[in-house]
């Protein structure tokens, strides 16, 4: 190894160069390879994501407010069912503190079990005027534990609304959901829950998921869930009723409630990331190879020595290790 690094110390213009292409190559592998890594990893971090449908109308993916009740009823192969509605603006308590609030069913930590629940319990959530905060919200906001504090909110839709808070949840950092600081449950929501809106007249505040038993069958589970929506929406209203996995949904360009990734541009980037990395090899290879005569006469004064074949072979593997962790760390 002595004899290798005096070899470089000797013919810098040539470490050098083959040094910083290495570097440049694999720093702009490890940026690019790192962000698509994240962005798949986002798709997929729902553990049962395979097994969770999201379901469209034809335009986009977003149904209305009574869906849930239907498929819960009607859907055997069901095991949760869940709505979730688009961020909403709202202003909290006399300080007027701005926030963003999203609309879940409890069953959301069962068909999103990647998110958790950090305190509080789920069953006080499933009742009338009880709602969850983030853990950053609650560190903000409140001195010791916030469960039971009240929250006055006002929203457009709903206007002045008074809140317990029964839970903190785990921020929604880096993850499939966007940002949030409170979620409340829909089944409460006024507009709806009061009648006043005529059942499955709007469509695309609500994404409702639907989490489906082991082994079932799609194209099963995606004609009961055609039928029935037939039963209630117009066919000129809702023309069709594709649904989506987690991953599926992540990728589409049709839903706005999740955060979403772009499938196309992230397979370009994944060609470039392999055609980088393959630069990059032939590069040292190509220069290695050219400077190969200048230590020629080492090798084969080891030869004349003694040394076998392998072990210069193994000398050469060696020092490109050496080099190549090296331009690595660097």
């Known amino acids: 190894m002595k ?42 971090e729902n553990p049962i994501g395979d097994r969770v449908y999201a379901v469209g109308n034809g335009q986009y993916v977003a149904l209305s407010w009574w869906d849930k009740a239907e498929f819960d009823a009607k859907i055997p192969e069901a095991e949760a069912v869940c709505r979730v509605s688009s961020r909403e603006e709202i202003t909290i308590g006399e300080s007027k503190v701005q926030g963003i609030m999203i609309q879940v069913d409890p069953e959301f930590f069962e068909i999103f079990p990647n998110y958790q629940l950090l305190e509080g319990n789920l069953e006080e959530y499933g009742l009338k005027g009880h709602c969850l905060i983030s853990e950053s919200f609650a560190r903000k906001h409140f001195t010791g534990s916030p469960i039971g504090k009240q929250l006055s909110m006002e929203n457009y839709f709903a206007g002045e609304e008074s809140f317990t808070v029964c839970g903190v949840y785990k921020d929604f950092s880096g993850t499939m959901m966007p940002p949030s600081d409170i979620l409340s449950n829909p089944e409460y929501d006024a507009a709806y829950s009061s009648g006043r809106i005529h059942p499955f007249s709007t469509i695309g505040q609500y994404v409702t998921l639907i989490k489906v038993k082991e082994g079932t069958d799609r194209e099963a589970l995606a004609k009961k869930v055609e039928d029935i ?33 772009n499938k196309s541009v992230l397979q370009m980037l994944l060609v470039v990331v392999l055609l980088l990395l393959a630069s990059a090899i032939f590069n040292y290879v190509n220069l290695s190879l050219a400077l190969s005569g200048k230590r020629a006469k080492e090798m084969a004064t080891r030869r004349l020595l003694g040394a076998p074949q392998g072990s210069i072979i193994w000398k050469y593997i060696g020092e490109s290790i050496l080099f190549t962790a090296g331009c690595f760390a660097l």
């Open 3 to 44: 004899s290798y690094l005096k070899f470089l110390s000797r013919n810098k213009l040539y470490t050098a160069i083959e040094a910083v292409g290495l570097v440049i190559s694999i720093a702009f592998v490890i940026l690019i390879g790192n962000y698509v890594w994240q962005q798949y990893s986002i798709a997929h």
């Open 229 to 261: 929506c037939k039963e209630h929406y117009d066919s000129n209203f809702v023309k069709s009723t594709p649904i989506y996995t987690v991953p599926e949904l992540y990728f589409n360009p049709e839903q706005w409630i999740f955060h979403r990734g």
